[in-house]
């Protein structure tokens, strides 16, 4: 019935000028969040793949898979721009469990979360500054993006976090592209809502300070799947979901960058994995048949490792998931040609 104070953290300036990145590292980010967003404002016709594990769980497999995207990259570059998922903080529906590298660095050991601050700020510089590959985080707690602000470049609102104030305010002063998810009970109002905050200017508190925001230009839809209200999961990847979102944002034309991201996993695929690839075939081929959907759709997440499935934490498969089950390598190498060759 009460709250321990462990240790105080320290704030993100001074994390980032102990932790500085070079300025190649900027050079390439500068670069990859112009290209990622010239996709949104369709001034590009290449298509984002935001894939990779569920969790970051462990640097050394964690860069094992982003070189592994890294020499996919260099032969799809004029069709695709591959987007490592460094997703190092885990939602969790009942609270327990697993929260993410944040949490615990050492998923088999006790919550640290200083070490977690570091561990996450070395593993998204590592991504950039040695493959020179954008990343993608998902914001699960608003008040820690400034630790990695200026080396993301692209960032997930989840389906628990969508409705949440905080998480919307904060997302219009952001300055890259910000996916907002379908809830989890599929109301797409919700999401068009926190679109809409997200690209409006606010003043609000943030971290201590009085802040003021411009509206992010980018901010956009994730259609993730939804759960009804008997526990099953209910896919809207289908053509008419496409359809009838293009409608939607029709009704708001002030909304600025229409645009969808179609996430393959989660309650599209009922967490299948292995029916990521059939998903993204299905919404290209959607593409191919309606210029209002082939206009939105700017390209997918996918959930991807070294090693089909998922494991327990401490089976020690190397490269295998401990959270959701993900798709393994030599699928998801197929996929990404197979995507890039149908576009």
Known sequence: MSMQF???LPIPLDTKEKYPITASAEKSKAENDAAIKAVFKGESNKMLLIIGPCS???EEPVM???YRLKRVQDEVKDKLIIVPRIYTNKPRTTGDGYKGMLHQPDPEGKPDIYHGVLSIRNLHTRVLTET????ADEMLYPSNYRYLSDLISYVAVGARSVENQEHRLVSSGIEVPVGMKNPTGGDISIMMNSITAAQHPHSFIYRGWEVNTTGNECAHAILRGYVNKHGQSLPNYHYEDLAGLAETYAKHPDLLNPAVIVDANHANSGKKFAEQPRICKEVLHSCRHNDDINRLVKGFMIESYIEDGCQKIGEGVYGKS?????????KTERLIYEIASLI
């Open 56 to 58: 970051a769980d462990a």
């Open 64 to 66: 094992d898979y982003v």
């Open 322 to 330: 401990i959270t959701d089950p993900c798709l393994g390598w030599e």
């Open 132 to 135: 020179s590959l954008p990343t």
């Open 6 to 8: 462990i240790k105080k």
